[in-house]
């Protein structure tokens, strides 16, 4: 559910791939409408291509467009390898001239003239990214195997520039007496880092095998997300009429939309969370359950081409070379060292923490899902493909809840208006819908944002439904990133994966669902809401395990009577929920948060021990996993959220690699936040809405993460309130 982190010019520093997917969980699936060939026929057709001039390359013309946004109905796939090639030709010399300027190193010419470098090289890498994953083909996906090590390249080679690197460490060591702004300091402070956590101090062979290192992972990265998507987009369950049966009628409008959108007859269930998860909840064919549930775990775990097994390896194997190159144990120790958490003990003391409370709490639920499995008349232990579906039926019961008569009142369009309401009660923004506005699919929408004083700050692309070609999850991303220096302002798309409903019906949405759409919702704003002096500042550039607190914290005003009161009404009636449903549905956002939490928490405790591993070459997969989970006394019931293979958090990217405990960690945060709201009396109280926005949403990077909670709350984060709010812990009084 988790953003890619902006992309400013002059934090060139530490990007790995073009692409290198990021954020928070969701659901799959999306399409560009370009003609699909085969690798080898697209690789050789671009190839032969005549490289589109300067003139004549969308990419790197001037956006004659509405605020200057892409121009996405003349971009086309040919476009960007040379586009790519020029840029980064131009970001070079703009480079060299920096590295190599006679006159004495100061903040002007050399900060700041990194910080307005590579504005071409920017733009474009924003709208591949984004593209490649949210509307990928065969030959995007040709272009991104062939640029992510070239661009990883061009990185490392910045990052090891030393004539480049000796202006920013001479700057560095004089940045007492400098009398910079507040800003500008926290700017030389971040870019040395990034310098030196990038390799910049590395002398003779050992900068050379970096610079491969980070090369060969691009490359590794991208083919670890295209097998997942290979294997996830290859897989469909057709259901039979008598398969139909006791499917509850969204989970078969579903299934045949799915079929639709792969010109299939009938009705399939596909690996999109949005597909197999509603399946898994609700089909009454346990053989059926099984083999969806055994197919989802499976992807990149197949014996086949898109297997992740040695992939997998490969990178831990780099990684923590890499790591022992700067001096860090392992990979998980360089991690962290830039995170809130600062060590891996710190980040497994979290965990360690909730771990006990939540699988004291999911063996309750195991042992309700064990009464009705006897009272059913059945003898069968509790498996994974069970649990959701016994779930749902305790659900059922325990707060009498159909989840279709909760979907009938929370349409997406409702929901979207309630998240931009809640933005303006909180910050004084307004959302206005635009039609002018090109996009990249017919699906995408567009809005503007205004501030107080009437004035566009920001445009917000929404692209909500699951398409073949998109990736699988929620995050969000930028087409442009808030630019103090040039007074850009910024450009941000969000990303979910509901399922499409037929013309004419509306979209509806599971509770879970419309917490997704708040939560992505909330790292656009960090995005769209940045007022920072400089782009590398701006936005989403924060620690990682930062990163998810306005997100998180925002979802928090969805489960407020106030706003569900007013946004929560019946598809057809019109008429708000009514309050005893309203309160049944809050009392029930606790319920199964004993799986939850351990689900999350074994893809953590997974993912932190990979990148604690000396020996990561020997590593047995499946092995691997049992050990870790066995050496927490895990319910076998209770699987990781993600599974090794097609864990694109860790391994499609860096983002949250040794870092997806962050999700948790900004849980402690969140919860404690929403707090202060709760204190006051008021969900919108304008002064802690001011801070929040001082502090928080606005500030980006310029000040360190921990000090922007607490100039926001007054004090350091307690993790009580994570622990009464997910009901581990009873609520004093």
Not at 373 to 378: D, H, K, N, S
Not at 560 to 588: K, N, T, Y
Request: include cysteine.
């Amino acid at each position: 559910m988790s953003p890619h982190l902006s992309l400013s010019t002059a934090a060139a520093v530490l990007l790995i791939a073009a692409c290198a997917p990021a954020a928070q969980d969701g659901q799959p699936d999306d399409a560009q409408t370009v003609t699909e060939q085969s690798t080898e026929q697209t690789a050789e057709q671009t190839a032969g291509t005549a490289a589109p001039s300067e003139q004549t390359n969308p990419l790197l013309a001037a956006w004659d467009t509405p605020l200057g946004a892409p121009p996405f109905g003349e971009i086309e796939p040919a476009h960007f390898i040379p586009a790519f090639e020029a840029a980064m030709a131009s970001h070079n010399a703009e480079i060299e001239a920096i590295a190599s300027n006679d006159a004495a190193p100061t903040f002007q010419n050399t900060l700041l003239a990194m910080e307005t470098s590579g504005a071409d090289l920017g733009r474009i890498r924003r709208v591949f990214g984004n593209l490649t994953s949210s509307a990928s083909n065969d030959e995007l996906r040709a272009i991104q195997r062939e640029m992510s090590p070239r661009l990883a390249a061009h990185t490392a080679a910045i990052n090891l520039n030393e004539d480049l690197f000796a202006r920013v460490d001479a700057l560095f060591q004089q940045r007492e007496a400098l009398n910079l702004t507040a800003q500008q300091q926290r700017l030389l402070e971040t870019t040395h880092q990034d310098f030196v956590r990038a390799g910049a101090q590395l002398e003779g062979e050992d900068r050379a095998r970096f610079a491969e290192i980070r090369s060969r992972l691009a490359g590794l990265y991208t083919q670890f997300s295209q097998n997942e998507q290979g294997d996830r987009e290859a897989w469909t369950l057709a259901l039979d009429a008598e398969d139909l049966e006791g499917l509850p009628g969204y989970v078969v409008s579903a299934a045949a939309g799915a079929a639709a959108d792969r010109d299939m007859d009938g009705h399939v269930v596909t690996l999109a969370r949005s597909s197999v998860e509603p399946f898994l909840q609700t089909s009454p064919d346990r053989a059926l359950r099984e083999e969806a549930w055994r197919a989802w775990m499976s992807r990149g775990d197949n014996d086949n081409a898109n297997n992740n097994h040695d992939t997998i390896r490969e990178i831990l194997a780099l990684r923590l070379e890499q790591a022992n190159l700067l001096g860090y144990e392992t990979f998980a120790h360089y991690r962290t060292g830039g995170t809130m958490a600062g060590t891996p003990e710190a980040a497994i003391g979290l965990m360690e923490q909730v771990w006990w409370p939540a699988r004291d709490r999911a063996l309750e639920e195991q042992a309700d899902i064990e009464a009705r499995i006897a009272a059913a008349g059945l003898d069968h232990e509790v498996m994974p493909w069970d649990w959701r579906y016994y779930t749902e039926q305790v659900r059922a019961e325990r707060y009498d809840l159909d989840p279709s008569e909760v979907k009938a009142y929370l349409q997406l369009d409702n929901m979207i208006e309630a998240q931009f309401y809640v933005a303006e009660r909180l910050f004084g923004v307004r959302f206005t819908e635009r039609f002018d506005i090109p996009t990249y699919h017919p699906d995408v929408r567009v809005w503007e944002m205004t501030g107080a004083d009437g004035e566009v700050a920001g445009l917000f692309y929404g692209d909500y439904f699951a398409r073949p070609g998109k990736r699988g999850g929620a995050w969000m991303s930028s087409f442009r990133v808030q630019d103090g220096v040039n007074g850009d302002i910024p450009i941000i798309v969000n990303n979910c994966n509901y399922n499409k409903p037929a013309e004419g019906e509306p979209a509806l949405l599971s509770f879970t669902d419309a917490s997704t759409l708040f939560h992505e919702f909330g790292h656009a704003l960090h995005g769209l809401l940045s007022d920072t002096e400089f782009p590398s500042l701006a936005g989403t550039s924060v620690d990682r395990d930062f990163v998810e607190f306005p997100a998180q914290i925002y979802e928090h005003w969805l489960e407020q009577p106030e706003v569900l009161e007013r946004f929560a009404l019946h598809h057809e009636s019109g008429e708000p929920m009514p309050m005893e449903l309203l309160e049944r549905v809050l009392e029930a956002q606790t319920f199964n948060e004993g799986f939850a939490t351990v689900e999350f928490l074994n893809s953590g405790f997974v993912d932190m021990a990979y990148h604690l591993n000396t020996n990561p070459g020997e590593i047995d997969i499946a092995t691997f996993e049992q050990d870790v989970l066995a050496s927490r006394d895990n319910l076998e019931a209770i699987p990781m959220r993600h599974r090794s293979p097609h864990f694109l958090h860790t391994f499609a990217g860096e983002g949250y690699s040794s870092g997806y405990y962050s999700y948790l960690w900004a849980g402690v945060l969140d919860n404690d936040g929403f707090a202060a709201f709760e204190e006051a009396g008021n969900i919108f109280d304008p002064e802690l809405a001011q801070k929040l926005l001082d502090s928080v949403f606005s500030a980006g990077d310029s000040i360190p993460a921990m000090d922007a909670y607490v100039g926001f709350r007054g004090r350091e984060p307690e993790v009580e309130a994570l622990l009464r709010n997910r009901g581990f812990i009873e609520a004093e009084g």
